[in-house]
């Protein structure tokens, strides 16, 4: 006769220690308040398990040397009511640098946190190590470093930046961000950041070197190098793949950027391509080469779907090698744009009040009337 009593018993030992293990796991994952639990970062980042989701309430924190190493976890900050950060860390120019990232998987993230204060060490603000973690929503403002990377510094790692700011910030390579070497499968990215008013030697926004960044709908204005790459310097070497610094650069914007010798917006150096697709690259200066891109011989900027125009200071607005498909407005000036211009033809007229009436609420309303009405006759 067969034993059901001993099937039986068996099930219910199993479900017994399935039901053990996913009770641990559940209450292993805890939300640690800063200050509430621990009055430091680094005493909440420390008491943390994978899993675990450290929340840091609104205010400045005046901390430096934060270390991140090996922890699935999430570091969020508090927002203000418009979405941005209301948590600040500010290391008043203490300390090597603000925080460090190693070894870390992109289940990691760190959330609306503005990093601020780091002035005059040879490290960036935020540095990263073999880190292939999120950033979302962060700030990286006023940071001043001689080395590499003024806001972030990442070493042979993939990050995620999303909905990021690099401001004002200052080194020798890479104002905003400096890469050195991807050296793994996979390469940083960028959506929807912006690189505002930071300043290097080679590249004023970024500098990357041997890497293969991918960035979406990013916008770089008002940037500075006092040699090559006012917002985007790259340099990349043959000797491997991985380290090729083929770059893609997706409906990005380039205004306003400036570079003394070459590459108002871009500069590719020594090995690589730079990938352009959709984008606009105007009011760019640069002294020597390429008042919007430049591109040595052993480098390619291929543009496709792009608009390059009104940048100044050379001959020519892209310099070097090229690659231009036929979809790319390149001109000496811009368009002129008008408001009430709806469809974009030069006038307003009664073809844009009737495309406002057509569309009324969807998405047009009395706004826009008046724009058309106000701006009657040929653009200028």
Same mark, same amino acid.
């Given at each position: 006769?067969?034993?059901?009593?001993?099937?039986?018993?068996?099930?219910?030992?199993?479900?017994?220690?399935?039901?053990?293990?996913?009770?641990?796991?559940? @209450?292993?994952?805890?939300?640690?308040?800063?200050?509430?639990?621990?009055?430091t970062i680094q005493q909440a980042i420390d008491a943390s398990s994978d899993g675990d989701v450290v929340e840091i309430a609104a205010g400045t924190y005046h901390d430096s040397d934060i270390v991140i190493q090996q922890k699935d976890?999430?570091?969020?900050? @508090?927002?203000?009511?418009?979405?941005?950060?209301?948590?600040?860390?500010?290391?008043?120019?203490?300390?090597k640098y603000l925080m460090s990232l190693g070894d870390l998987q992109d289940t990691t993230a760190i959330e609306n946190i503005v990093f601020t204060g780091a002035n005059g060490q040879s490290w960036a603000a935020v540095i990263m190590f073999h880190a292939s973690h999120r950033m979302i929503n962060c700030t990286f403002v006023d940071n001043h470093c001689t080395g590499l990377g003024g806001?972030?510094?990442?070493?042979?790692?993939?990050?995620?930046?999303?909905?990021?700011?690099?401001?004002?910030?200052?080194?020798?390579?890479?104002?905003?961000?400096?890469?050195?070497?991807?050296?793994q499968p996979d390469h940083p990215s960028f959506l929807r950041c912006t690189f505002s008013g930071n300043t290097a030697t080679l590249g004023g926004a970024i500098g990357n070197f041997r890497s293969s960044p991918v960035l979406t709908e990013c916008v770089f204005?008002?940037?500075?190098?006092?040699?090559?790459?006012?917002?985007?310097?790259?340099?990349g070497t043959d000797c491997c793949e991985?380290?090729?610094?083929?770059?893609?650069?997706?409906?990005?914007?380039?205004?306003?950027?400036?570079?003394?010798?070459?590459?108002?917006?871009?500069?590719?150096?020594?090995?690589?391509t730079t990938?352009?697709?959709?984008?606009?690259?105007?009011?760019?200066?640069?002294?020597?080469?390429?008042?919007?891109?430049?591109?040595?011989?052993?480098?390619?900027?291929?543009?496709?779907?792009?608009?390059?125009?009104?940048?100044?200071?050379?001959?020519?607005?892209?310099?070097?090698?090229?690659?231009?498909?036929g979809t790319n407005v390149i001109d000496e000036d811009c368009p002129v744009e008008c408001e009430g211009d709806i469809n974009g033809d030069g006038t307003v007229n009664i073809t844009d009040l009737l495309a406002v009436i057509g569309s009324w609420g969807d998405p047009y309303d009395v706004s826009d009337l008046l724009a058309v009405i106000s701006g009657w006759g040929a653009c200028e």
């Open positions: 006769m067969y034993n059901w009593n001993g099937e039986i018993t068996i099930v219910r030992r199993t479900l017994s220690i399935l039901a053990t293990t996913l009770t641990s796991t559940f @209450a292993a994952a805890a939300t640690i308040d800063v200050p509430g639990d621990f009055p976890i999430i570091l969020r900050g @508090a927002t203000h009511a418009d979405g941005l950060p209301a948590t600040t860390i500010d290391s008043q120019g203490g300390g806001g972030v510094y990442n070493l042979n790692g993939s990050p995620h930046f999303i909905d990021c700011r690099f401001m004002d910030n200052t080194a020798n390579w890479g104002g905003g961000y400096a890469c050195w070497e991807t050296g204005t008002d940037n500075i190098a006092t040699e090559r790459g006012g917002a985007f310097f790259n340099e991985r380290w090729f610094g083929d770059v893609v650069m997706d409906r990005c914007v380039f205004e306003g950027n400036t570079a003394a010798e070459s590459g108002g917006a871009v500069s590719n150096r020594t090995f690589g990938l352009i697709d959709g984008c606009t690259i105007s009011h760019n200066v640069a002294g020597i080469l390429g008042s919007a891109i430049s591109s040595t011989d052993v480098t390619m900027a291929i543009l496709t779907g792009s608009t390059v125009c009104s940048n100044l200071g050379t001959s020519g607005q892209i310099d070097g090698p090229m690659d231009l498909d």
